[in-house]
């Protein structure tokens, strides 16, 4: 008997550790799934708001949504520590939403999605630099041959005709080193903070400025003379709900049930989505923008590969 319930305790387990790993890809692709429509969510935004306007209404509706959840915690947050909260908030969310919106005024959302997966090289740059992540010979080279597939990227898209701008890839990249000094910021500063009060704290930080701005422009105005306002606020809302409330949650319980390199390999899997998505809306894709992605993947690969000991 004592064997048999061993056995059953073993097949229990073994059950157990197999619903785990379904449920973490599970968790792995509904965020890439998240993350890789955000893209063509803010182009559908722009069709009747500008750029400025897209980045404040998604800002202000994230920080309205996430208020009510952490504003009985904000005391909880160390008062050293604020001037952390302000970073992320300001290069995790303020800064690169804006970037975003500007940067699809001229480049494809596919484009945008593509150029974005280089944030987890850029925070192995930004970490080795000034917070003492440990850099290889072998990072040294994925970031070269990161770099290389975006410089082809954005020399590609100078032949796209869907381009009009196509040097506002440029803004993508800033956004990405943006994202990369917060994650190095959460990462080493303020990891003590429960994850949910710290995205609610940074947010106001990025919506309250935003939302002051927003209702100083023409917003409200636009309803009544852009004919599609109603459906753009529409996407823009479903952005910010998705893309920056409910995504953080299911991130970091991700990391939780496996591991921060696991939780990372979503890098890989929003380009093809940010593709996808642009097929749909009939935005150019050829296979020299694969071969580059390809590129680019592989020097994300080099920058994060850890052997297994």
Same mark, same amino acid.
């Not at 596919?110 to 987890?120: D, F, V």
């Not at 939302?211 to 459906?231: C, K, M, Q």
């Given at each position: %008997?004592?064997? /048999?319930?061993?056995?059953?305790?073993?097949?229990?387990?073994?059950?157990?550790?197999?619903?785990?790993?379904?449920?973490?890809?599970?968790?792995?692709?509904?965020?890439?799934?998240?993350?890789?429509?955000?893209?063509?969510?803010?182009?559908?935004?722009?069709?009747?708001?500008?750029?400025?306007?897209?980045?404040?209404?998604? %800002?202000?509706?994230?920080? %309205?949504?996430?208020?009510?959840?952490?504003?009985?915690?904000?005391?909880?947050?160390?008062?050293?520590?604020?001037?952390?909260?302000?970073?992320?908030?300001?290069?995790?969310? *303020?800064?690169?939403?804006?970037?975003? /919106?500007?940067? !699809? /005024?001229g480049i494809s959302?596919? %484009?945008?999605?593509?150029?974005?997966?280089?944030?987890?090289m850029f925070t192995?740059?930004?970490?080795?630099?000034?917070?003492? /992540?440990?850099?290889?010979?072998?990072?040294?080279?994925?970031?070269?041959?990161?770099?290389? *597939?975006?410089?082809?990227?954005?020399?590609?898209?100078?032949?796209?005709?869907?381009?009009?701008?196509?040097?506002?890839?440029?803004?993508?990249?800033?956004?990405?080193?943006?994202?990369?000094?917060?994650?190095?910021?959460?990462?080493?500063?303020?990891?003590?903070?429960?994850?949910?009060?710290?995205?609610?704290?940074?947010?106001?930080?990025? *919506?309250?400025?935003? *939302?002051?701005?927003?209702?100083?422009?023409?917003?409200?105005?636009?309803?009544?003379? !852009?004919?599609?306002?109603?459906?753009?606020?529409?996407?823009?809302?479903?952005?910010?709900?998705?893309?920056?409330?409910?995504?953080?949650?299911?991130?970091?319980?991700?990391?939780?049930?496996?591991?921060?390199?696991?939780?990372?390999?979503?890098?890989?899997?929003?380009?093809?989505?940010?593709?996808?998505?642009?097929?749909?809306?009939? !935005?150019?894709?050829?296979?020299?923008?694969?071969?580059?992605?390809?590129?680019?993947?592989?020097?994300?690969?080099?920058?994060?590969?850890?052997?297994?000991?």
């Open positions: %008997m004592p064997f /048999t319930s061993e056995k059953a305790n073993q097949a229990r387990k073994a059950d157990m550790q197999a619903g785990s790993k379904v449920m973490r890809w599970v968790y792995l692709l509904v965020l890439a799934s998240m993350w890789g429509s955000s893209f063509i969510l803010m182009k559908r935004g722009l069709v009747s708001f500008s750029a400025n306007q897209v980045a404040a209404i998604r %800002m202000f509706i994230s920080c %309205m949504v996430m208020l009510p959840f952490i504003a009985s915690h904000l005391k909880d947050i160390p008062k050293q520590l604020w001037l952390f909260v302000m970073a992320t908030g300001l290069l995790g969310n *303020g800064i690169p939403a804006y970037l975003f /919106t500007h940067a !699809e /005024t959302g596919s %484009m945008a999605g593509m150029l974005n997966s280089l944030t987890s192995l740059v930004v970490g080795s630099i000034f917070f003492a /992540t440990q850099f290889n010979k072998r990072h040294f080279w994925g970031v070269i041959i990161g770099f290389a *597939g975006a410089a082809s990227l954005i020399w590609l898209n100078t032949e796209d005709t869907q381009s009009t701008e196509p040097w506002k890839g440029v803004y993508v990249l800033i956004a990405t080193v943006c994202y990369a000094f917060s994650v190095n910021i959460l990462r080493n500063k303020l990891a003590s903070i429960n994850a949910i009060t710290l995205t609610g704290a940074a947010l106001l930080f990025a *919506g309250i400025p935003s *939302g002051i701005y927003l209702f100083s422009t023409d917003f409200v105005s636009r309803f009544h003379t !852009e004919p599609l306002a109603w459906n753009s606020f529409f996407y823009i809302a479903l952005l910010a709900i998705m893309r920056t409330v409910i995504s953080t949650v299911l991130f970091n319980h991700l990391i939780r049930i496996s591991s921060a390199l696991y939780a990372s390999s979503v890098t890989y899997l929003i380009p093809f989505v940010a593709v996808l998505w642009g097929l749909y809306d009939n !935005e150019t894709f050829n296979m020299f923008y694969l071969l580059a992605l390809f590129v680019i993947l592989t020097g994300i690969y080099l920058t994060n590969y850890q052997k297994r000991v």
